[in-house]
């Protein structure tokens, strides 16, 4: 009897006919997922040369450890390699579906295993930050005495979401979202290397939707290649994978955003000049679009922080104020809740009353800088003498201090000797700059005089 041949899988992981081996059932993500550390695409901070994690790898021991990171970032793969590098048992627990009872479980094994094969248990905890102190409590004594290795995974800062008593007992490492080039070649070796995409002759043809898609998340990218694989009729070959079928299978259209091409400069423009042009709610729609492109949350924050001085500035102080705590809760919490820290600060940003007079006024004083050249001194009445030499040939002599006068002001030449005092920054009446506006002109009435 002729043996029968194995037989091609097709772009769901099945050999045609036959779907009983549970392996074919995986995704596309968990078939090619690396099982080796320099099969893993990213993290060269954690896995490169001088890497700490590959040093554990190499020297054969490895602590407890918290990957923090992004969806897709390789946080569970990173851990399967260390065990699977290190012959170390691995076993997975899900924070959102275990409790106490499984913990001890697993506990359990982890002592079976050690006793009976002499192995080390790798225990990988999916979501740690969603245990609560009681079930994070059950892991410090298998910490302390060396039960198991626990690596916790988190997308939340682990200083918020994790017991200070376990967290002392673990080194924590961040996980950076993949780059599109890493993203890239993690879709071109499933092409290359998976049996099926292989056998169907995969070929992407637009690969920057695929990237703006994932965003930095490869197991978003894999999922995505795979739905729009599934939707070409079988015996196709090759499967090619346009825009339009990505657009089909994942009901995602792609909106006209390059992050490195005129696109993103565009619509960075027309975000900072929809706030310039006090509009909250075209601010807030081209906010969303960058945010669908894939932009950096932290770009977006840069550039309020720098927009709330340069055409707010002191007509409403607290716009700076509230700029860089946006900026701290993006880099805090991450997309995609950061969005709603977004939408906070430019809608506030966008209401603000205006005023570019800083802004001007640091740019006339650099020019008339550059213009004074060396002679641009402070006079002697305005410098510092620490010594008594300093004193001796008239350092700081005739300094009025304001506080010792009426008002806690004394007019006084504060500009370089030579130089005719002038008004650089000159307060609009909008916001908190009429009041300034009108103080200075009452202090400064020759240099305010219209």
Known sequence: MKPEEPQQPDLFGFPSGKRSDA????????????????????????????????????????????????????????????????????????????????????????????????????????EIHRFNKAQQDTLLHAIEQGLVVLIGATTEN?????????LSR???????PLGDDEVRRVVERAIADDPAMKAAGVEVRDMEF???????DARKALNALEAAASLVPRGTSPVVIDRKLFEQALQHRAAAYDKGGESHYDTVSAFIKSMRGSDPDAA???????????????????????FASEDIGNADPYALTLSVAVFHAVELIGLPEARINLAQGATYLASCPKSNASYEGIGEALSDVKSAGASAVPPLHLRNAPTDLMKEIGYGKGYRYPHNYPGHFVEEHYFPEQMEPKAYYRPTGEGREKFIRERLEALWKDRYRE
């Open 23 to 126: 392996k074919l059932f995986q995704p596309l993500a968990e078939r090619v997922r690396p099982r080796q550390i320099d099969e893993l695409f990213g993290q060269e901070h954690l896995v490169g040369a001088a890497g700490p994690i590959r040093r554990y790898i190499e020297e054969g021991r490895i602590p407890s450890m918290i990957f923090w990171g992004p969806p897709g970032s390789g946080k569970t793969t990173l851990a399967e390699i260390c065990a699977g590098s290190l012959n170390y048992r691995f076993e997975q627990l899900s924070a959102t579906d275990a409790g106490v009872k499984d913990v001890r479980r697993v506990l359990e094994l982890a002592q079976k295993s050690r006793s009976i094969d002499g192995r080390q248990m790798l225990l990988f905890i999916d």
């Open 158 to 166: 682990p200083s918020f979401e994790v017991n200070r008593a376990l």
């Open 170 to 176: 673990m080194q924590v490492y961040i996980l950076q």
């Open 210 to 216: 695929l990237l703006a898609y994932a965003a930095g």
């Open 284 to 306: 807030l729609f081209w906010m969303a679009k960058m945010i669908d492109g894939g932009e950096d949350p932290k770009f977006i924050a840069r550039r309020m922080v720098i």
